[in-house]
């Protein structure tokens, strides 16, 4: 089976790390909430829209072809964490859209105690853990404070920008041990609702990039639920589909822009090139592609595609591109390598470690999703040529060739029933498996707080 397989690969390359003896390095990982991988310039975006990430792409393996495993952020974030698929870690109902409640306080389900997580092994391994988090989806309610000696969650919500998330990060990095450190940020700048500054929309002009759905018109209770328009904003300027493309690309810029000197300050103190740094994101953003916005609602690759950066100790492989298909649940195995550290038996996700220098082929090329809100029957398989969206529960299948359609706007199930046959048995021997490995979920409940600053987000 294909667990079988990746922990045998992840032997084969564990020694792609640091060697025994050897400092191993620091680990930063970075998640940048709601970010597509199109909206980056080293990804093909074109306009002046991610300066600092694109240098630091430049230093660092990308990987074209990354994939969530779930469109929003609770789910997707627990198998970044974990190495485990959604139906593995359990995480895949909203409160809002789960079994029927009574008069009492929303629940929600927890990250079980039974995961094993990235900072656990790591701590275990001798690493100090801290983690600077500004969604409220991963607080320490939701079980995510689970192997970090720092857990700061403070004021998590929409309105917690970067700058003060990197202030007590860097106040936490200049507490000087001799133990290396695993550091964790999670931003909201890029999620909605696109408050950027104006001059950061004014330095992206309306490039092919954004003018992609020209002369489209946005409905306005969508408009509504997007935010209060900006007081520069004219009325046809919160009408046009293109307008809201370019106030998403906006809060790129502007993260990018508050990112640039914390990383000055890591190559300033020699930490940068000490350290194995990870920039990914959760999930993407469907821009009114399908005729919607936000995310979480559906599997289209514009709420699965997501950016990969892995940056060596020293920048060593860097500007290597990868165009394999690889998955979130890939990224903790792949640092755990790098530090030299075992993974904990049961991972999910592939050692990346070897690709971008010509090492062995990290497995089969596919990526699975599911824990879409409200339809948790929903789950697709991808490959590099098709891909299959299938209800389990009714087994009404939607295929797409996306080499002719990667817009994925035509089912072609009916045409290749051959495809979409086998793809279906792929993703049901995946979820077989999954069911066997299923771990039992924890349960909070929610404070009204926490049910504000979640329905600030958009849930």
């Given at each position: 089976?294909?667990?079988?397989?990746?922990?045998?690969?992840?032997?084969?390359l564990?020694?792609?790390?640091?060697?025994?003896?050897?400092?191993?390095?620091?680990?930063?990982?970075?998640?940048v909430d709601?970010?597509?991988?199109?909206?980056l310039?080293s990804?093909g975006?074109?306009?002046d829209?991610?300066?600092?990430?694109?240098?630091?792409?430049?230093?660092?393996?990308?990987?074209?072809?990354?994939?969530?495993?779930?469109?929003?952020?609770?789910?997707?974030t627990?198998?970044?964490?974990?190495s485990?698929?959604?139906?593995?870690?359990?995480?895949?109902?909203?409160?809002?859209v789960?079994?029927?409640k009574?008069?009492?306080?929303?629940?929600?389900?927890?990250?079980?105690?039974?995961a094993?997580?990235?900072?656990?092994?790591?701590?275990?391994a001798g690493?100090?853990?801290?983690?600077f988090?500004?969604?409220?989806?991963?607080?320490r309610?939701?079980?995510?404070?689970?192997?970090?000696?720092?857990?700061?969650?403070?004021?998590?919500?929409?309105?917690?920008?970067?700058?003060?998330?990197?202030s007590?990060?860097?106040?936490?990095?200049?507490?000087?041990?001799?133990?290396?450190?695993?550091?964790?940020?999670?931003?909201?700048d890029?999620?909605?609702?696109y408050?950027?500054?104006?001059?950061?929309?004014?330095?992206?002009?309306?490039?092919?990039?954004?003018?992609?759905?020209a002369?489209?018109?946005?409905?306005?209770?969508?408009?509504?639920?997007?935010?209060?328009?900006?007081?520069?904003?004219?009325?046809?300027?919160?009408?046009?589909?293109?307008?809201?493309?370019?106030?998403?690309?906006?809060?790129?810029?502007?993260?990018?822009?508050?990112?640039?000197?914390?990383?000055?300050?890591?190559?300033?103190?020699?930490?940068?090139?000490?350290?194995?740094?990870?920039?990914?994101?959760?999930h993407?953003?469907?821009?009114f592609?399908?005729?919607?916005?936000s995310?979480?609602?559906?599997?289209?690759?514009?709420?699965?595609?997501?950016?990969?950066?892995?940056?060596?100790?020293g920048?060593?492989?860097?500007?290597?591109?990868?165009?394999?298909?690889?998955?979130?649940?890939?990224?903790?195995?792949?640092?755990?390598?790098?530090?030299?550290?075992?993974?904990?038996a049961?991972v999910?996700?592939?050692?990346?470690?070897g690709?971008?220098?010509?090492?062995?082929?990290a497995g089969?090329?596919?990526?699975?999703?599911?824990a879409?809100?409200?339809q948790?029957?929903?789950?697709?398989?991808?490959?590099?040529?098709?891909?299959l969206?299938m209800?389990?529960?009714?087994?009404?299948?939607?295929?797409?060739?996306?080499?002719?359609?990667?817009?994925?706007?035509?089912?072609?199930?009916?045409?290749?029933?051959?495809v979409?046959?086998?793809?279906?048995?792929?993703?049901?021997?995946?979820?077989?498996?999954?069911?066997?490995?299923?771990?039992?979920?924890?349960?909070?409940?929610?404070?009204?707080e926490?049910?504000?600053?979640?329905?600030?987000l958009?849930?």
């Open positions: 089976m294909k667990r079988a397989a990746q922990l045998l690969l992840g032997a084969v564990l020694g792609c790390g640091a060697s025994p003896g050897e400092p191993r390095p620091n680990v930063i990982l970075v998640v709601t970010l597509r991988a199109d909206h310039g990804y975006f074109r306009g829209v991610s300066p600092t990430l694109d240098a630091l792409a430049a230093e660092s393996v990308r990987f074209e072809r990354c994939f969530a495993p779930s469109p929003w952020t609770k789910p997707a627990a198998s970044l964490l974990t485990l698929y959604p139906d593995a870690h359990g995480l895949t109902i909203h409160p809002d789960g079994p029927v009574d008069d009492g306080p929303p629940r929600t389900q927890a990250l079980s105690g039974q094993v997580t990235l900072a656990e092994a790591l701590r275990d690493y100090r853990t801290g983690a988090v500004a969604n409220p989806w991963v607080e309610s939701q079980g995510f404070a689970q192997g970090f000696d720092r857990f700061d969650d403070r004021g998590a919500s929409i309105d917690t920008p970067a700058d003060g998330l990197l007590r990060a860097e106040a936490w990095l200049a507490e000087a041990r001799e133990e290396p450190f695993f550091l964790y940020l999670h931003f909201m890029v999620h909605a609702p408050d950027a500054p104006k001059s950061d929309y004014d330095a992206i002009p309306a490039t092919p990039s954004e003018r992609v759905l002369d489209r018109e946005m409905p306005e209770a969508m408009v509504k639920n997007l935010e209060t328009p900006a007081e520069w904003a004219t009325e046809a300027m919160r009408r046009d589909v293109d307008y809201w493309r370019r106030r998403y690309a906006s809060g790129v810029r502007a993260f990018d822009r508050r990112l640039t000197p914390f990383i000055e300050h890591l190559r300033e103190r020699g930490l940068l090139d000490g350290s194995v740094l990870v920039i990914t994101s959760d993407g953003e469907q821009l592609e399908h005729g919607g916005w995310h979480g609602l559906g599997l289209f690759d514009h709420q699965l595609h997501v950016p990969l950066l892995v940056r060596r100790p920048g060593a492989r860097g500007g290597a591109a990868v165009g394999e298909i690889v998955e979130l649940t890939d990224v903790m195995p792949t640092i755990l390598s790098l530090a030299a550290v075992r993974p904990p049961g999910q996700g592939r050692d990346l470690s690709l971008g220098s010509g090492g062995v082929p089969d090329g596919v990526a699975f999703g599911s879409a809100i409200a948790p029957d929903l789950h697709s398989v991808r490959t590099p040529e098709h891909k969206v209800n389990t529960r009714t087994r009404r299948a939607r295929l797409f060739d996306l080499a002719a359609d990667p817009g994925e706007t035509r089912d072609v199930a009916a045409e290749k029933a051959d979409a046959k086998a793809l279906a048995a792929r993703l049901d021997a995946h979820l077989e498996e999954l069911a066997r490995a299923r771990l039992a979920t924890d349960e909070t409940t929610l404070s009204d926490e049910r504000e600053r979640l329905d600030a958009g849930y």
